[in-house]
């Protein structure tokens, strides 16, 4: 594996970060379909692929906003100005994956296990569609418990809404990470 290779997958791990104002343009169903296939190939433990994908088209934008809202007065929120707020988080990009952890009942592999995988699954999406010239941002929130939006999108009470994707190219440059001091993270024994 030459250097370069190496480097530029640290590039893209270190690069890594949510940008909050993304625009068009979004990735194509070829681009989906590879950060997708990466996604899959996360760690996991007895092949469960507990982690599952919702993607919410540009035109559906609008009534994903509503059923959210109405995921908010499930949940008891019933504030009209949050109300209206969460109303537009749908076009925060122009297109959104909702990922879901299903968890599954296996000997085995326990749900933290699962969850886990799951995680690992959504960041290797995340740096797929990176290393294609796409940002993301990664968000999850309140509205995630709320037993209704589970039920709307055909959900077992058990699953998890693990977050909301949104994806886009950057509206702005967005400044580099600062390199990160190890020594508080990490020991050797």
């Known amino acids: 594996m ?17 940008i909050g104002q993304l625009v068009a343009p979004a990735p194509n169903a070829e681009q989906l379909t590879l950060a997708f296939q990466a996604a899959l190939a996360a760690p996991d433990h007895h092949r469960l692929k507990p982690t599952r994908f919702i993607v919410i088209a540009a035109e559906k934008r609008a009534a994903l906003g509503e059923v959210l809202s109405q995921a908010m007065a499930d949940l008891g929120d019933i504030d009209p100005a949050q109300i209206e707020r969460v109303k537009k988080h749908p076009f925060r990009a122009p297109l959104m994956v909702i990922a879901i952890t299903r968890l599954q009942q296996h000997p085995k592999v326990p749900h933290y296990e699962q969850i886990l995988s799951s995680g690992a699954a959504i960041e290797n999406f995340l740096l797929s569609l990176q290393a294609q010239g796409f940002q993301t941002m990664w968000r999850t929130g309140a509205v995630v418990e709320s037993a209704w939006l589970k039920q709307h999108f055909s ?3 058990q699953d998890l809404i693990s977050g909301f994707i949104y ?3 950057a509206a702005k440059t967005i400044a580099a990470r600062e390199e990160i001091d190890l ?7």
Not at 183 to 189: A, E, G, L, N, T
């Open 2 to 18: 030459s250097t370069t290779y190496v480097q530029n997958i640290h590039d893209n791990i270190q690069q890594r970060q949510s």
């Open 155 to 157: 959900l077992q009470a």
């Open 183 to 189: 020594s508080p993270f990490v020991q050797y024994w």
């Open 167 to 169: 994806i886009g190219t």
